[in-house]
């Protein structure tokens, strides 16, 4: 659950003075937009997340691994991991704060925001020793902050009705992400297009590493990645269908098969 505000919080308006008397009704709250349909409510599924993230070595610095990994880390390719995680994950999201006065500056006139508090948990579930999604959930991502509504504006800038979205992750990490109002919205699952899991040089023209990191062969067990041995997900289908085909180009996030598998939110599917 998000954490509560006090029941009688309530922010005043922005021409208020410390004469006037806080008990009188203020505006009513100011519109949630697009973000009324998520306000109060309570989000869960199952998902896939994938990250290289960096390796320095040995413990306390870096990850060891039960098979030997060749060139051992942090030589070349192995100063990385390829971390897998079957997960489960809770998004939450409280009623909206009411109405918050946000000040213009010269020829800007006054507006009134509104935000919902939101917080996320993401949690790993993927058991090698079973190759299913039932080991003991570990915390690996937790994000607490607001959506905000931002109502249109006609004086620097011209704008339509945006939506922001303010969090904190405790890696020192804040994030501010912003955009306009959808206008319109359709019933079901996004469509996400296929996209490449191969990392590319970090310079123009951008070219694909094919063939470099050997941890997105499914069928090496000696390679930095977790988990090294993907043989009993690929034999169970817990990945929703031939196993974890992280070689090439993926889709992820797509509907899930109504039955007959473990995994219950995404789909892998190898080129």
């Known amino acids: 659950m998000t954490i509560p505000q006090p029941h009688d919080f309530r922010f005043l308006?922005?021409?208020?003075?410390?004469?006037?008397?806080?008990?009188?009704?203020?505006?009513?709250?100011?519109?949630?937009?697009?973000?009324?349909?998520?306000?109060?409510?309570?989000?869960?599924?199952?998902?896939?997340?994938?990250?290289f993230r960096p390796n320095?070595?040995?413990?306390?610095?870096?990850?060891?691994?039960?098979?030997?990994?060749?060139?051992?880390?942090?030589?070349?390719?192995?100063?990385?991991?390829?971390?897998?995680?079957?997960?489960t994950e809770t998004f939450t999201f409280s009623p909206g704060i009411g109405t918050v006065p946000n000040r213009g500056l010269n020829s800007?006139?006054?507006?009134?925001?509104?935000?919902?508090?939101?917080?996320?948990?993401?949690?790993?579930?993927?058991?090698?020793?079973?190759?299913?999604?039932?080991?003991?959930?570990?915390?690996?991502?937790l994000e607490t902050g607001m959506f905000l509504h931002v109502p249109q504006t006609n004086v620097n800038p011209i704008l339509p009705p945006t939506i922001a979205r303010g969090g904190t992750i405790p890696h020192g990490v804040v994030i501010n992400l912003q955009g306009v109002e959808p206008l319109k919205f359709?019933?079901?699952p996004p469509s996400i297009s296929a996209i490449s899991t191969v990392p590319f040089l970090p310079v123009a023209p951008f070219t694909k590493q094919f063939g470099v990191f050997k941890s997105l062969d499914v069928n090496d067990v000696?390679?930095?990645?977790?988990?090294?041995?993907?043989?009993?997900?690929?034999?169970?289908?817990?990945?929703?269908?031939?196993?974890l085909k992280v070689r090439a180009w993926n889709r992820v996030l797509q509907p899930a098969p109504s039955s007959g598998t473990d995994c219950k939110a995404v789909r892998l599917r190898g080129a």
């Open 13 to 51: 308006p922005s021409d208020f003075r410390h004469d006037d008397d806080p008990s009188t009704p203020g505006p009513n709250d100011s519109p949630l937009g697009i973000l009324s349909l998520l306000q109060g409510k309570t989000f869960k599924g199952t998902g896939f997340n994938m990250i």
């Open 56 to 87: 320095s070595g040995h413990p306390p610095l870096g990850t060891t691994f039960k098979n030997p990994i060749t060139p051992p880390a942090p030589q070349g390719v192995s100063n990385n991991v390829l971390e897998l995680n079957l997960m």
């Open 108 to 141: 800007q006139g006054d507006i009134n925001l509104n935000a919902i508090k939101y917080l996320q948990t993401v949690q790993d579930i993927t058991n090698s020793k079973t190759g299913r999604v039932d080991g003991p959930p570990t915390g690996i991502h």
């Open 186 to 188: 359709r019933r079901g």
């Open 222 to 243: 000696n390679t930095p990645r977790i988990p090294q041995d993907l043989s009993l997900f690929i034999a169970r289908g817990t990945n929703c269908d031939k196993g």
